[in-house]
């Protein structure tokens, strides 16, 4: 495999991306000084002679500049309009090969599109070299229930979210919880989509104008997504919608004892990787955690410290601790 490539140098990719950045919104420019500020570290003298040389300030001669850039009121512009294409390595195709094999790429790349990837990076591609399989880019294990099947429908109901998202347009969905309610035809505003690592699963943070508070839906359990019109005042919205959010922000945080054995820590931050946590070591191999959650993320906090298992203890606030003593002793009953 290949070690160095000239290309993944890193003030090439400052520059591909400087350059890049600044065809398309001149207001990104920097000024000369902000320009080796952020190309400085090293005191080498030939790295001097590169920052000077890329500034057009080198005065030995003027073959030693590089031409790139030319000042224009304290801003430094690409000196041509073009864009710089993104160079790749093959490690790097072969990777994103895969990805696309990945059932996941349907959600966000269109068949056509996809195939055509597929196709061009499989002629830089030989397996024998680069035999890269779903289990080296996912390593997580994920038990059957967690795992998501990206099926026709799911693709559908995805994208027009996406869109309603991006139009910024009222939706009404099917929604099936998990309680066994079905909410038919419920008029919403989407917020945003949002992935698990942990359980391999999206969901969509929105407004349902019936409820008038911010709920989260499990994309699994949605069955029917309709666009509608436009929202007005979508900009006072969103800034209304984060207050409220915001406002169900529990004040304490959940307080873990974690025993770390058993690789019990390392499973812990696994599955509050999604949450505001702080950590500190309380001695004798044993951790505190601190995790910070809204309101409506209770139940999924107790089902992650059930799954954790004796090696946790639950410390504080009340409410969780006195849930996940009910939701141990009713499983105990049941299995009696």
């Given at each position: 495999m290949e070690l160095f490539n000239k290309y993944k140098n890193k003030n090439f990719a400052f520059l591909t991306n400087y350059i890049n950045s600044c065809i398309n919104d001149e207001s990104l420019a920097l000024t000369p000084e902000q320009l080796q500020s952020l190309l400085s570290g090293s005191s080498q003298s030939t790295f001097e002679e590169f920052i000077l040389a890329l500034s057009n300030q080198n005065t030995n001669a003027d073959e030693y500049n590089a031409s790139l850039l030319y000042e224009c009121e304290g801003a430094m512009l690409p000196l041509r309009q073009?864009?710089?294409?993104?160079?790749?390595?093959?490690?790097?195709?072969?990777?994103?090969?895969?990805?696309?094999?990945?059932?996941?790429a349907d959600l966000f790349l269109d068949f056509e599109l996809k195939n055509t990837l597929i196709n061009s990076l499989e002629k830089d591609i030989c397996s024998r070299t680069y035999p890269i399989q779903s289990q080296y880019i996912d390593i997580r294990d994920l038990s059957p229930e967690n795992h998501m099947s990206i099926t026709t429908e799911l693709i559908v109901i995805f994208k027009a979210i996406v869109n309603a998202i991006r139009l910024h347009k009222y939706i009404r969905v099917t929604n099936n919880t998990f309680s066994g309610h079905t909410y038919y035809q419920q008029k919403i505003i989407p917020y945003k989509l949002e992935y698990s690592s942990q359980y391999d699963s999206f969901s969509l943070s929105c407004y349902p104008l019936d409820v008038k508070r911010p709920v989260k839906m499990n994309l699994k359990n949605i069955s029917e997504v309709?666009?509608?019109?436009s929202i007005g005042n979508y900009n006072d919205?969103?800034?209304?919608?984060?207050?409220?959010?915001?406002?169900?922000?529990?004040?304490d945080p959940v307080k873990i004892e974690i025993i770390n054995k058993a690789e019990a820590y390392d499973r812990c931050a696994y599955l509050f990787s999604s949450y505001n946590t702080f950590c500190y070591d309380l001695g004798d191999e044993k951790l505190q955690m601190n995790i910070y959650y809204?309101?409506?993320q209770q139940e999924e906090i107790v089902q992650n410290i059930l799954f954790l298992g004796h090696y946790v203890k639950v410390l504080s606030p009340k409410n969780i601790v006195d849930d996940v003593i009910s939701t141990i002793k009713a499983s105990y009953e049941n299995y009696e």
């Open positions: 073009v864009q710089v294409p993104i160079r790749t390595t093959i490690a790097e195709k072969a990777w994103l090969f895969y990805i696309l094999h990945n059932s996941k309709i666009v509608e019109e919205f969103i800034r209304k919608f984060e207050d409220q959010l915001e406002q169900t922000k529990e004040k809204y309101r409506f």
